[in-house]
């Protein structure tokens, strides 16, 4: 990670940087829902602070949460290509037959294979992510104050469903279908969502998109997100004002994606195993014993080790150039006859060694408090480092991109020029084209705002919040702006 970079932005100095526009990916990163350290240490810092001699040193968070994205354009870019023609991002895949548009349909549908045919299919579908999540975050924290003062552990589990979508549709007015050999009338949309085949039609039969299919509705995911397990240390206290320190590891409890859609749900961070460490500085301006005005730096550390994770590159063709939209042209492999071609996105979509890499976030925050109850406000900056992606298994010298004449009653050869689409080559490892699933790197900034109410009751402890969390300014299209709204209750014992 460009840490010199990071710095400048923290700067006030500096300003804010123009936002960059990125394009041209398969697959974008997204934060964990309920991760975010101004919902984790401001709803359970306050609780964990409050110690009693009479307790058994015990604390139990149940926090519930709801998460959605705001407007999201320009992550629909991040997804979508350069027009040359207008020397605009967009964000929708385009399809005419004078190929005006980005693509031939030609490629899509296999309507002139064994020659003949007219192309009809025209569109133009939109690409308009969105992530919507909800669920609970339990957290439990131990002290053993009696063992070593200052030592606790803490266990966070957070469970939850997300749902995503890039809310596919038709945008073209002229928009025209086609008419496939085996009679069926077909949208680009049909194709995109998987519900276009050719078993009928010996020389254009094809089989349906089964990876990386566009959602025109939402898609959902249940389950665990990561699990945290940590060592905290308080290394310095000094009334009321106090430092600590903490370690954790990081199990990904979620079920691993399938590749089935772009841009699919995952409740975890897609598999990886981490290590990670914080440091919180906890600063008491002034307490009258009615009132008291405290400060909050809190600043974590994460490293995500190298996992396979399911994903689509994109292909190169002859020249080296991007094909664009590559991954969803008609594909054969070498030798196969009276087989249907297939969407090449169903065999580039597979494994990949993905390492995430670092990530980094601090936050401020000031909080006014009188008879228990406590104001809380505060920003906070998240990053993490582009991600590096390499090849698991590829069979090269097996798959190329057919040709829209080429007959399915025919053998397939992938070194025959009349059997491959013109200016594409041999799809071998060095076609395939990881930077397209490789995340960019991301500088996010957030505000946030929480009211909490602490009550003493016998020899226990018991608090309620409720917060809200906005991201309101990325530094590239890579950071999805999400609204999180949360509530907690917890008690010592």
């Known amino acids: 990670m460009n840490y010199k970079k990071l710095l400048a932005v923290c700067l006030i100095s500096h300003g804010i940087q123009a936002k960059t526009i990125e394009y041209n990916h398969n697959f974008l990163r997204t934060r964990q829902p309920a991760q975010d350290r101004s919902i984790v240490f401001g709803a359970l810092q306050p609780q964990v602070d409050r110690i009693n001699e009479d307790q058994r040193g015990g604390k139990l968070q ?22 040359s023609d207008t020397n605009l991002i967009e964000n929708y895949m385009g399809v005419s ?38 669920g609970a975050r339990i957290d439990f924290v131990q002290d053993f104050e009696d ?18 979508t890039i809310n596919a549709k038709s945008i073209l007015a002229s928009a025209a279908k086609q008419t496939m050999g085996n009679g069926a009338v077909v949208g680009l949309l049909d194709y995109l969502t998987g519900n276009v085949t050719n078993a009928i039609t010996s020389a254009q039969l094809q089989s349906a998109l089964t990876k990386m299919k566009f959602t025109p509705g939402f898609v959902k995911k249940t389950g665990f997100g990561d699990i945290e397990l940590a060592m905290q240390y308080r290394l310095i206290e000094r009334t009321g004002s106090h430092v600590d320190i903490a370690f954790f590891g990081i199990i990904p ?41 405290e400060g909050f730096l809190w600043t974590d550390y994460r490293y995500l080790f190298k996992a396979k994770e399911m994903r689509c590159p994109n292909v190169l063709d002859a020249a080296g150039a991007t094909i664009e939209w590559g991954q969803y042209d008609l594909a054969g492999k070498n030798n196969q006859i009276n087989v249907p071609l297939f969407p090449l996105a169903n065999v580039l979509t597979r494994d990949y060694k993905v390492k995430p890499g670092q990530q980094f976030e601090v936050v401020a925050a000031f909080s006014l408090e009188k008879d228990g109850i406590a104001l809380t406000t505060g920003a906070g900056l998240f990053a993490f480092e582009q991600e590096k992606v390499e090849i698991d298994t590829w069979e090269d010298n097996a798959y190329a991109i057919a040709s829209k004449i080429y007959s399915t009653a025919t053998a397939f050869d992938e070194t025959n020029s009349a059997n491959i689409a013109p200016g594409s080559i041999v799809i071998n490892k060095a076609q395939l084209l990881l930077k397209d699933i490789e995340t960019p790197e991301l500088f996010q900034f957030q505000v946030f705002a929480s009211l909490s109410c602490t009550r003493e009751v016998d020899d226990y402890v018991a608090s309620f919040s409720a917060g809200v969390v906005y991201d309101f300014y990325a530094m590239s299209n890579v950071g999805m702006k999400f609204l999180t709204g949360y509530i907690k209750g917890g008690v010592n014992f």
């Open 147 to 164: 063992l070593i003062q200052g030592f606790s552990l803490r266990v966070s589990v957070p469970v939850m469903q997300v749902k995503t």
């Open 97 to 134: 037959p004078d190929i005006s548009e980005f693509t031939d349909p030609g490629y899509f549908l296999h309507i002139n294979g064994g020659g003949g045919g007219t192309n009809t299919l025209h569109d133009r579908v939109l690409i308009d992510p969105e992530r919507k999540a909800y």
């Open 253 to 293: 409890a979620g079920r691993k994606g399938k590749g089935e859609f772009i841009f699919e749900p995952l409740t975890d961070n897609g598999g990886h195993f981490g290590l990670g460490g914080n440091l919180n500085v906890n600063m008491v301006f002034r307490d009258n014993g009615k009132i008291a005005l």
């Open 62 to 83: 149940i926090l519930g949460f709801y998460q959605g994205t705001r407007k999201a354009t320009d992550t629909g870019k991040y997804f979508g290509i350069f027009n």
